[in-house]
């Protein structure tokens, strides 16, 4: 973990989102492969001091956040009904790529000229880091895309 790079309330956030359960939301999974957590970790282009991370966290059905390096948060993105489909979607589909992914006990942040995808369901956190060079990983890269595009529509 490179601390230095982002703010210890950035950690926080990242981490309480990846330790949240389905028990704590109150939510009845319908299988083993049902994904209700979703964080993508997202290099950016920054010259601001710990401007180069962010990183998107969706919970199933409550919230989606964009948490930035510097400890910054954009919250409430949950209202806009277009949003929440997007992420919908996400969560729909998203269980397609988990036989591609790696299955994980250490979700702790690190650098990456890429963005690292972590996809939780109730055996655990499932992650891949996406470089795109697999039909899988450019399908949720994709997923994540079209939330964010969704997002800059609506701000």
Same mark, same amino acid.
């Given at each position: 973990m490179n601390?230095?790079?982002? #703010?210890? @309330? &950035?950690?926080?956030?990242?981490?309480? #989102?990846? @330790? &949240?359960?389905?028990?704590d939301m109150n939510l009845e999974l319908e299988n083993d492969e049902q994904v209700y957590i979703a964080v993508f970790d997202i290099p950016t282009e920054s010259g601001i001091l710990y401007g180069h991370t962010k990183t998107l966290a969706l919970v199933f059905g409550l919230n989606i956040h964009i948490y930035l390096g510097n400890g910054d948060a954009i919250v409430g993105l949950e209202r806009s009904r277009d949003i929440m489909n997007a992420m919908q979607s996400l969560f729909i589909s998203?269980?397609?790529?988990?036989?591609?992914?790696?299955?994980?006990?250490?979700?702790?942040?690190?650098?990456?000229s890429n963005v690292r995808a972590y996809l939780k369901t109730r055996r655990g956190v499932y992650f891949q880091e996406l470089t795109n060079k697999s039909r899988e990983e450019r399908f949720l890269n994709m997923l994540m895309e079209n939330v964010f595009?969704?997002?800059y529509k609506k701000m």
């Open positions: 601390e230095k790079s982002v #703010v210890s @309330k &950035y950690l926080e956030y990242r981490e309480n #989102v990846l @330790k &949240y359960t389905n028990i998203s269980s397609q790529v988990l036989k591609s992914m790696q299955l994980v006990d250490d979700y702790s942040y690190y650098e990456s595009i969704t997002i």
